[in-house]
């Protein structure tokens, strides 16, 4: 059994930053991709970013236009945890972010969320201007 845990969320004023934290319980394939999702009232979830590897060693990342230049994700392994860096946040990121593992299959796009097995319970980012 999966268990992924959020956290890290909060209030922050436009221009400012928040690093989320998800952390991994139980087996997670090291064949698997990790994804950060958010959800904003009234819209539908979208990916923000993800990271996987084929090597071990060699991580690639992927994230959507909007976030470009200022989400960094990451991963530590050793502590079954992805990181989500958040700086220069904007109003429009506010939303619950969500952190989801998912087998890496080919010709799977990883903004897919439907193809993610696990997911968290969410933490809330609420960005003010």
């Known amino acids: 059994q999966v268990q992924l845990v959020e956290s890290g969320g909060g209030s922050v004023q436009a221009g400012g930053s928040l690093r989320l934290s998800c952390a991994a319980f139980g087996y997670i394939d090291s064949n698997y991709r990790m994804g950060w999702f958010r959800q904003a009232p009234g819209k539908e979830r979208e990916g923000v970013a993800a990271?996987?590897?084929?090597?071990?060693?060699?991580?690639?990342?992927d994230y959507t236009d909007s976030v470009k230049g200022r989400f960094t994700i990451s991963q530590d392994n050793a502590k079954k945890t992805v990181y989500l860096q958040m700086n220069s946040l904007k109003p429009e990121d506010t939303g619950r972010y969500y952190c989801?593992?998912?087998?890496?299959?080919?010709?799977?796009?990883?903004?897919?969320?439907?193809?993610?097995?696990?997911w968290g319970q969410g933490t809330q980012v609420t960005v003010s201007s």
């Open positions: 990271i996987y590897t084929t090597t071990g060693s060699t991580y690639y990342t």
């Open positions: 989801a593992a998912g087998p890496l299959v080919y010709g799977v796009r990883w903004y897919q969320s439907d193809k993610y097995a696990h």
